[in-house]
């Protein structure tokens, strides 16, 4: 699991830190920054997929750019950025922290990309190693094949390592050391940015294992599943979207279609008077429908202990569905082992928080006086309990009462 994301002049941030929990809800203004933390995990999520670098910021024939492709990526005028991410350890009293550092002009590179083993209760690197790629352009998924022991302050890589363990030789190390990048290669790779796009998902789509960030396969995602597990996870949608709507969707379900059955088509029961039942497909459902039913696709059909993050989860909901929507993140979030990122604007939303919560509230903001965005818990503003006491989270973002205290403490 993710346990933190570091940002070092990435876009619009010269330095901030994200917690990440069980359900991290991140709000602020428009252009406060929330989006670059969106592409910051949309950048990891396309490396850890085998993506060159500079397709992963431009794109290419396949991949839409990350806003500002490469001439963005840094925060002006630098030229270099770094991401961090904090991976919890295999043991309690273990994390690593995996950093990559590119540099974005005269070429793109990767200038340093490492693992450190921190101790967590004093945040100490016990050691640190490096990972090195034959070309420089596509990193850590190669790197079990090229790693490489370090010395630090500390002394010897190996030497550490193997006191660390309680290791006898250089083998057991370098085994230690691919067992550590594999977990931290496996804990990168099951992050996973949705963003639903409902013209996509009515088409037919092919049989499939995975769910694309669009969701255009959510019908083939759904009629690829075993029997068994396919009646559970359609199961558990239509108990869901039957809250969702005004009318009452008896079910919804995938079937695979044409000869070869190797594409499929998503369906539904609806009931908008007693007694008349009409089947539809993806075709003619809703856009806040198709975007709910994805949400609950993603939450239901990846891999357990991973990290979803969903940019303007709310959008195309009405508000009186965001308790709803808050719900069943937490619900099947905390069953499945998932954490979430969301980025909302709803004031509805924010009241549909309940308060165990708010400690996982963080506001995007840009300083005053250089611009850059920053990043702050909630709870962290000073006069927040004031605030709390006066305002519900709905109002505060309505109001403007976050801003104007961030102002003041700056």
């Not at 190669?142 to 006191?163: D, F, P, Q, W």
């Not at 789509?205 to 009646?231: H, P, W, Y």
Request: glycine share 6%; with cysteine.
């Amino acid at each position: 699991m993710l346990k933190q994301l570091i940002l070092e002049n990435w876009k619009s941030f010269r330095y901030a830190e994200l917690p990440l929990d069980p359900l991290t809800v991140l709000i602020g203004t428009n252009a406060s920054g929330k989006s670059n933390v969106v592409e910051a995990f949309e950048f990891l999520q396309r490396v850890t997929q085998g993506q060159n670098i500079e397709a992963a910021l431009a794109g290419d024939k396949i991949l839409s750019s990350i806003r500002g492709g490469v001439e963005w990526a840094a925060l002006k005028p630098e030229t270099e950025f770094t991401l961090k991410f904090l991976v919890q350890g295999d043991d309690e009293h273990t994390d690593y922290l995996y950093a990559i550092k590119i540099q974005t002009q005269p070429v793109v590179i990767v200038i340093r990309e490492f693992i450190q083993i921190l101790d967590v209760e004093n945040s100490d690197s016990l050691i640190e190693f490096s990972i090195k790629d034959k070309d420089s352009f596509i990193p850590i998924r190669s790197a079990l094949n090229t790693l490489e022991g370090s010395g630090t302050a500390t002394g010897s890589g190996v030497i550490t390592i193997a006191k660390k363990y309680q290791l006898k030789n250089v083998d057991d190390v370098s085994k230690r050391i691919r067992n550590i990048t594999n977990l931290v290669i496996k804990a990168l790779e099951k992050t996973f940015v949705l963003n639903p796009i409902p013209s996509k998902m009515r088409s037919y789509s092919l049989l499939s294992d995975t769910l694309e960030s669009d969701a255009s396969n959510i019908a083939g995602v759904l009629a690829a599943l075993t029997d068994k597990r396919k009646n559970e996870v359609e199961s558990i949608l239509s108990a869901y979207i039957k809250d969702f709507p005004e009318g009452d969707i008896q079910k919804v379900w995938a079937e695979k279609v044409g000869r070869f059955g190797t594409d499929a088509m998503l369906y539904c029961q609806e009931e908008w008077k007693p007694g008349h039942i009409t089947e539809i497909d993806a075709r003619t459902m809703s856009d806040g429908t198709l975007r709910f039913l994805a949400i609950i696709t993603a939450l239901l059909t990846r891999p357990e202990s991973s990290q979803i993050v969903i940019e303007e989860i709310d959008n195309g909901f009405h508000p009186s569905r965001a308790e709803l929507l808050v719900r069943i993140l937490r619900e099947i979030g905390s069953k499945r082992k998932i954490d979430i990122l969301i980025t909302t604007h709803n004031p509805a939303l924010l009241d549909a928080l309940s308060p165990e919560i708010v400690p996982f509230v963080v506001v995007a903001h840009r300083d005053k006086e250089t611009g850059e965005s920053k990043l702050t818990l909630l709870e962290e503003i000073d006069n927040f309990s004031k605030l709390f006491a006066s305002y519900s989270l709905g109002d505060m973002t309505t109001k403007g009462a976050i801003e104007r205290s961030l102002s003041h403490n700056e």
